[in-house]
């Protein structure tokens, strides 16, 4: 196993373990959204479930315009705007994925 498969793997992991821990723990009203669909387990782990990117150079979606982020995605998927990781994920998600991921992040709270 090479050791990007390995870190994607332990991010993935992490990711469910930290969806558990929210789900278990409930959030105040205010801060509550439409659940998150599964394929945010991949994207959490650099933009976490409420949004808010894990390093200085992890972009926040919380709140971002729809629109806004369906283009940047189509811009990963056609690899007009490049990165490895949201190249790979943007092409393998569904159309359906693909707006429940962008909805779900267009309507948390911006921080």
């Known amino acids: 196993m090479t050791l990007a498969r390995a870190s994607a793997r332990l991010r993935t992991v992490a ?4 969806l558990a821990a929210l789900l278990a723990s409930p959030l105040p009203l205010q ?3 439409a659940p998150a669909p599964p394929l945010v387990l991949e994207c959490a ?3 976490g479930f409420d949004g808010i990117g894990q390093d200085d150079g992890v972009p926040n979606l919380a709140g971002q315009h729809r629109v806004y982020l369906d283009r940047q995605f189509l811009a990963f998927r056609s690899g007009a705007r490049r990165h490895p990781e949201m190249n790979f994920f943007a092409r393998q998600a569904s159309q359906d994925e693909f707006n429940a991921i ?3 992040y267009a309507g948390l709270v911006r921080p």
């Open 102 to 104: 962008l909805d779900y």
């Open 45 to 47: 782990p650099c933009h």
């Open 15 to 18: 990711g469910g373990m930290l």
């Open 31 to 33: 801060a509550q959204s």
